[in-house]
């Protein structure tokens, strides 16, 4: 299995331009869930997916975030405009549904390091 | 709201110096803790869940136990591949699917 796959790996774009994330869950794998990591916050969820629907967008930190899941397989986070303050590891995980009254153990992906200048 | 406080934030150890990592947390509604382990310029490595006070799990040299109020990670005879910041993450009743993560502790083994 190839895990999760992200792209790009590195990103670097000047303020006010868009930036868009790339993920592709683990085949099978209904759930699909995107993090930010930072020195201050750690890592944060900003937004999670079940069988490509939205389920909870409450991290997400602003209006010029924004995810999208057209299929099982791909999923993108976009930033529009980019700021400095976004500049951050973006991670992307995915698991099975959890077992009954069990939780979701989420595999996730090498990350896309942003940075906004 | 759920919290986890992981501690020590840095922790050096000499090749076969064992020592435990603890995580300290506040749920309601406990329905996993999960360990990772995570190496520089790489996304987390899924290692452990819990699910129940007295619960145990192993693997090689690290053993992971919980109780209702914080978790361990024992590392036992650690070599410097066990170098990384082992971050912990609870699931709780009153989020959907959310884990709430620490902030990590930082391993260094030295040889």
């Known amino acids: 299995d190839a895990g999760v796959i992200q792209s790009p790996r590195h990103e670097v774009t000047e303020m006010g331009q868009e930036v868009t994330l790339r993920c592709k869950p683990i085949?099978?794998?209904?759930?699909l869930f995107w993090y930010r990591q930072t020195m201050m916050r750690g890592l944060e969820l900003l937004i999670y997916?079940?069988?490509?629907?939205?389920?909870?967008d409450s991290g997400m930190p602003e209006d010029r975030f924004s995810a999208k899941m057209p299929n099982a397989s791909f999923s993108t986070l976009k930033i529009q405009p980019s700021e400095p303050r976004d500049s951050a590891v973006y991670f992307c995980a995915s698991s099975f549904p959890p077992l009954a009254g069990g939780s979701y153990e989420q595999y996730f992906g090498p990350g896309t390091r942003l940075t906004v200048t | 709201e759920d919290q986890v406080t992981q501690s020590p934030e840095a922790l050096r150890l000499q090749e076969g110096e064992s020592s435990s990592l603890n995580c300290s947390y506040t749920v309601s509604g406990l329905r996993g803790l999960f360990w990772y382990r995570q190496d520089p310029g790489k996304g987390p490595e899924f290692l452990f869940t819990l699910y129940s006070a007295g619960e145990e799990k192993e693997k090689e040299r690290l053993k992971a136990t919980l109780t209702k109020k914080e978790s361990f990670l024992h590392i036992t005879a650690p070599k410097p591949e066990d170098s990384a910041t082992y971050l912990c993450a609870v699931h709780g009743s009153s989020n959907t699917g959310k884990l709430i993560f620490g902030q990590g502790t930082t391993l260094q083994v030295k040889p």
């Open positions: 997916f079940n069988n490509n629907v939205p389920i909870d």
């Open positions: 085949s099978g794998h209904d759930y």
